[in-house]
């Protein structure tokens, strides 16, 4: 599936979710359900600054797409992490920059891409966008 | 506590009464800053509309004007915390300028090779990494008195970190964190039997109870503006006039000098000295409605209310068995950092915050003292005495809530 | 310029309207501090009422917009100077903290025994002192760029005061005294052509004329809120990001750290490791928002009616004989320093006072320049785009009141 | 005349002057007729700080009395210097020391009094009592 399918998907599944109660309920589901982090990635190098809660994230080159995994110590953020991981990993370089980021807008979220420091998520995606932009160039040095 | 006019006192806060996420605000997020009384809103926005003009610079009327309430404010100040005279009181931007102004020109007046700054566990950033600068600066090192698992100070350990070298000690007067109120009194005497001046970090303290520098007996005080219910980029600096006589300025700027040539500069007499530049002068006549405010309703009148919070809210939350509370000092504010077993601080404070309960999560910028009792953050609920038992319930409600939905 | 709609205009600043004993205000001190279109007052008073709550640090639904607010105001003064990132544009207290800033930091960095730094005759303390405090600090010393009688500088002297010891060159954008717009681009290239970095104090330009940080290459820019229709308090430092990423923190405190340890601090980056303890983010709010009344009007046509203001007071001011101008450079803003033969400018001053005239008399902040003229002050008129031709006729006719008082 | 008649006088006379152009013409007079302070002391030693105008004050003990003279480069505060030399001269630093200052704000000077530093009145009033508390303290020292 490409990015912008599966970011339909996500914002179909979200429009069936009543007020914050029940997306809150839906992040926590899928933060439980997020396969975690190899321990091995679980420490400061792979930390993501700016955020409240720990964010971890790595990124792999697997067959010219980018494999991502992330966990996070608080489990709305990593329930975050998680939507994000499903939506960008497994894809091209390429189809990952330029991705279009109005579906976080659309499922109500948008108050977790404000620009303050106490919410990572923005650095989470930007950290996503520079891994993506690093094996790019790799791929290309080849 | 029913003869305290809260009904009425909320009126004066215009802020409190507007909904978030459909909910009543409850805010309890009164250590990060404080809500403004109309009378302090009035005030700057009648300045804005009718009276602004330079201070000290201009012969004209309005200039003159705008001088004398700002000079007035400054004698606002200085009879709120008692200071014997209103040159000892200087205008900052903040607590954390007012700090940085001490640490950098005391460093310059008496840190040399060796020496020794004393703060506590308990310190704000603020209240650290200006001294830290300053430290690498000269050459000079910090040593730290511990706390007890209840969040006092280890007042033995303090006792015993005097030596020779120790050349100043700066503490909190009200921790954020832990909100325990610190025995200031004490920890100046204990410091002038060695010889050394104390700066009482006073940023959640001063808008608690009354409080009195030449009781208090300190070489310098420090507050915001903000968390008194005033303007925000105003602070204040009390300082005993034989050290603001000898420490050098800390900023360059207009109003500081007494003569400029490129050779040579001379200094004013303070406050101007440490004031360079224009200062926030309209911030200041905020900050002094704001005092007025406060001093209209009684210091004493608002500590009390506070500490029927304080203990209200204290046996309010000890009932939720899942509650770790941190800071649980007999001598304590209406400040309260806890974690809800298993469940990260940030996830609870985003769910409350969906019942319109406002609150902070987070180091509280304290990273040594989350240290000390090896957490990542808490989350604090900070109250004062707009607050009502009512927003204590909720908070409580809230945060079954929470436990609810994810433990 | 019939097309300036200046009638619209002066009703958008109720200050104006106004009178002084019995006399309709003329305000002619906007060099000291200007006055507040109702915008930025309205703008101030709303999150005052409804929307204050602290920023980055809080988790809460008021902190986030009070956060997205602040950082948008940031956004403001970015695009209004085109600095090409928000992480170059750091808010102060002002021009004197934002240049206080540089010195002290830029002197860490760079300053070492024997190294030189270039200001002008016409500097005002603010970029004086703070140059003089640092370079006391690393044994360096200043070196003087002189100026010509009409109030220019020399450039042949300017290219000649370089050499391998220069580190740094700090000059104003317009002169606060003389009126004198400098060459600024110009002296960015020659300091740039022998790699000494520049710092352009632009408190009186940058309400007066379209600056582009980049257009100009300058390493620095500093202005104050209150000058350019905003409120007390605030100010901006505009930074290249390789000196900022290369410059310490200048003060210490909440945010603007990373980690902090008693033993270990690590900074944040680019604004915040700049901006410590709570900043004074709703006066940023409120200069973004006069920024934002500014940039609706056009500052190409604020400029142009300037100087259309500048050409009618000079022709004007210069008919009456007993007056010596000082500044008669041909690139100058409507900024008009003088006196009248035999005639003490306070005298002057507290005349035309009463005439509802207000100026400003004395040194200006600018010693060395008095020195240089071999006056002990003068009587400034400075003009902005809320003032009338109607308004400097009033300035002349009371100067002539004066001059038949006590010539 | 004891200082409190002298400023009775005072306040008779600015009582039969109109608004402030009359006023700052009679103190322009008073100005051009105080007899300037001796050369030797118009120099920095004898400058009173903080005022925009320069003023110079000196005092001398004659026979128990406070002499003082006055200058300024400004006539206005000439004037006002002169106004103030009137008042307070020859007599006892006692009286001095005792004497009501409510005169300043009857005779619509009060302006001149408030604590900006571009004013040097206050500065001038605090030198004068200065004045008289040192040579009050020599005198009882004898
Ligand atoms: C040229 C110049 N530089 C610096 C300053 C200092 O500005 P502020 O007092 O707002 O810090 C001023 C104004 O007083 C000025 O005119
Ligand atoms: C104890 C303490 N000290 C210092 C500060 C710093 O105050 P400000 O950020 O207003 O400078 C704060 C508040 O953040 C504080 O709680």
Known sequence: MKISEIQQEVIEEFAGLGEWMERYNYLIDLGKNLPMIDQAYRNDEYLIRGCQSRVWLNAELREGLVHYTADSDAIITKGIAALMVRVFTDHSPDEILNADMSFIDEIGLKEHLSPTRSNGMVSMINQMRYYAMAYKSKLEAK | ?407
């Not at chain 2, 200094?267 to 309209?282: L, Q, V, W």
């Not at chain 2, 109250?383 to 809230?398: G, I, K, P, Q």
């Open chain 2, 1 to 407: 506590m029913n003869d305290f006019p809260i009904d009425l006192i909320r009126k004066d806060f215009p802020i409190l009464d507007q909904l978030i996420y459909g909910q009543p605000l409850a805010y309890l997020d009164n250590g990060a800053t404080t809500q403004k009384p109309v009378r302090m809103i009035d005030a700057v926005n009648k300045i804005h509309r009718e009276q602004n003009s330079s201070v000290h610079r201009s012969v004209n009327y309005m200039s003159e004007k705008m001088t004398e309430a700002y000079e007035q404010a400054r004698q606002t100040v200085q009879k709120f915390i008692g200071a014997p005279e209103s040159s000892q009181v200087i205008f900052t931007s903040g607590t954390t300028g007012s700090i940085n102004l001490v640490a950098f020109s005391m460093g310059e007046a008496v840190l040399e090779p060796g020496d020794e700054v004393i703060l506590s566990t308990m310190e704000h950033h603020s209240n650290i990494v200006p001294w830290q600068m300053a430290c690498e600066r000269y050459g000079a090192s910090l040593k730290i008195i511990p706390i007890t698992d209840e969040g006092d100070l280890d007042m033995d350990a303090y006792r015993n970190l005097f030596n020779k070298n120790t050349r100043m000690v700066s503490v909190t007067h009200v921790s954020n964190v832990l909100g325990t109120i610190n025995p200031v009194k004490e920890i100046v005497r204990i410091a002038h039997s060695h010889g050394v001046p104390v700066l009482l970090d006073g940023a959640q303290a001063i808008q608690h109870e009354p409080v009195d520098v030449v009781d208090l007996d300190c070489d310098f005080y420090a507050f915001s503006g903000h968390k008194i219910y005033g303007p925000t980029g105003i602070g204040v600096l009390y300082g005993k006039q034989e050290w603001l006589d000898r420490m050098p300025p800390y900023q360059g700027g207009g109003d500081m000098i007494d003569r400029v040539t490129f050779e040579k500069t001379t200094y004013n007499i303070s406050p101007f000295k440490f004031e360079a530049g224009t200062t926030n002068f309209i911030g200041a006549i905020g900050l002094a409605e704001s005092i007025n405010y406060l001093t209209g309703i009684g210091m004493d009148k608002i500590a009390g209310y506070e500490n029927y919070l304080r203990d209200y809210a204290t046996q309010k939350l000890s009932s939720i068995s899942q509650l770790r509370m941190y800071g649980t000092s007999v001598n304590k504010a209406a400040i309260f950092s806890f974690v809800l077993n298993g469940i990260h601080p940030y996830d609870t404070g985003m769910i409350i915050d969906k019942y319109g309960v406002a609150v902070r999560t987070g180091t509280h910028c304290a990273m040594p003292l989350m240290q000390r009792f090896g957490i990542e953050g808490t989350l604090r609920a900070s109250l004062c005495f707009y607050n009502t038992t009512d927003e204590v319930d909720r908070l409580y409600d809230a945060l079954n809530k929470v436990i609810e939905m994810l433990a």
